[in-house]
């Protein structure tokens, strides 16, 4: 039996936060974020009284146990409302990470670490890119060396979302080194994640970049100098860090994929507004053919990334609670999400941008915040395009196909 419904549960959840949307993040909100590029502490806060930050964490926990299909309308929802994608960044980035960290830390982190993130109190990133590149994890230069019962951290890392949300409130990232020299042919083991507070000793936060978009969270950079973390703060099994990165990056991909076609959905709509009003030749330039072939591609081309979308985090539900699909097969399917969705939404805000002639171009407007913002997912926040695509063909092809082996 196929079934393309949400559950009673889920659409109740969806009318919930949208008037959660509608009453916390109006466009003008949004606007005065993007200006003044900070999210209001109050914010986040009222997004942990409705049971929005790491959702997907168990009820013992502190979270809502919420399942993936249920985290993408939440996705899906903070993209259309927040088009410039700043507070969906920070919401889902937690979500990931927090997820990955929650389900493997050990019960110190998770009392000191998740339970105050889920409240709101705290912010959890992810610390993978560094200054060499961020495609290539298995190459990355930070270490840590096992001294006694500790562990000692060293290197840095580039184009972090967060970090000066994550000093100003307190809050660490889910960071992966290299533990042990790689195996020959297996890079990608060797690795370790380890819960970082940004206060540790030694960290020292060195790098504020100018974004072109999202400006209400930050992107940094930070380097570790000989920081000391104690053996609990390992996340996962030690030299293994790799794939519960990889496993972060699904969570993140999956997400990603719902928050872009949330923003396009609401980039349809504000220009359908505009093109029913707007006259030009003695008429609505909605009753153009021209704009009618644009609009009908990019409405039936959402529909149809929703549907992957929403599969795909379904698919993450059977694995997960029935041991249904391999993790290849849902990287593979996520993959697909992660290339198509932010590519897409970025033709929407063009697109929209275009009907609205002069109008879209200016600040007045909310679309140009939407543009600049799902940039960032194209470029590759969170892995990029061509990154996906060596996913999908190595699942099709196999490994033998990867090219860069
Ligand atoms: C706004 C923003 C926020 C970010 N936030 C975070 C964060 O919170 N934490 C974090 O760790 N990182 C973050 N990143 C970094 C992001 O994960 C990296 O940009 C991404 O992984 C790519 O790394 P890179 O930029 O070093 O590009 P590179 O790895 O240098 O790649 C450059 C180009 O080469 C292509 N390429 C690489 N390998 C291949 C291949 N095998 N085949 C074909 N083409 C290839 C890539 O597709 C890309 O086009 C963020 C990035 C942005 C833009």
């Known amino acids: 039996m196929v079934d393309f419904g949400f559950t009673e549960e889920q659409e109740l959840f969806r009318n919930t936060l949208r008037e959660w949307c509608e009453k916390e993040l109006p466009l003008d909100k949004v606007r005065e974020m ?215 990056f699904d969570c993140a991909r999956i997400l990603i994929g719902a928050v872009c076609l949330g923003a396009a959905k609401r980039a349809l709509e504000l220009g359908i507004e505009y093109i029913k009003e707007r006259k030009v030749f003695g008429q609505p330039i909605g009753k153009f053919e021209g704009i009618h072939f644009e609009l009908a591609d990019d409405w039936a081309e959402l529909e149809a990334l929703r549907s992957l979308v929403y599969r795909t985090a379904w698919m993450m539900d059977k694995r997960y609670q029935e041991d249904h699909f391999s993790s290849l097969e849902i990287a593979k399917m996520i993959s697909a999400c992660k290339l198509k969705t932010p590519h897409f939404a970025f033709d929407v805000f063009k697109h929209v941008m275009l009907w609205l002639g002069a109008y879209g171009y200016t600040k007045e407007c909310p679309v140009e915040m939407g543009l600049r913002g799902i940039m960032s997912y194209c470029i590759g926040a969170e892995g990029t395009r061509n990154i996906q695509r060596v996913v999908i063909a190595r699942e099709l092809l196999g490994k033998d196909f990867i090219a860069h082996r």
């Open 34 to 248: 993007d200006t003044r590029g900070e999210i209001p502490r109050a914010l986040v806060k009222s997004m942990a009284d409705v049971g929005l930050l790491i959702m997907t964490a168990p009820e013992e926990h502190g979270g809502t146990g919420s399942d993936w299909v249920t985290t993408c309308v939440a996705a899906e929802e903070l993209g259309y409302a927040d088009i410039s994608i700043a507070l969906p960044v920070l919401w889902l980035v937690e979500s990931s990470w927090g997820y990955v960290v929650d389900k493997y830390c050990t019960e110190q982190v998770r009392e000191a670490v998740i339970r105050k993130a889920i409240r709101g109190d705290s912010f959890i990133g992810i610390a993978s890119t560094e200054a060499g590149g961020g495609s290539d994890v298995a190459s990355f230069q930070s270490s840590a060396r096992r001294v006694g019962d500790k562990w000692v951290l060293n290197g840095e890392k580039m184009y972090l979302s967060g970090t000066e949300e994550a000093k100003k409130w307190s809050g660490g990232y889910f960071v992966i080194v290299r533990t042990s020299p790689a195996p020959s042919g297996k890079a990608h083991q060797g690795m370790t994640g380890f819960y970082l507070p940004i206060d540790a000793p030694g960290v020292e936060i060195t790098k504020r970049f100018e974004d072109m978009g999202r400006m209400a969270i930050s992107t940094g950079g930070f380097v570790m100098n000989d920081v000391e973390l104690p053996n609990d703060h390992v996340v996962g099994q030690v030299d293994r860090g790799f794939y519960l990165t990889m496993e972060g």
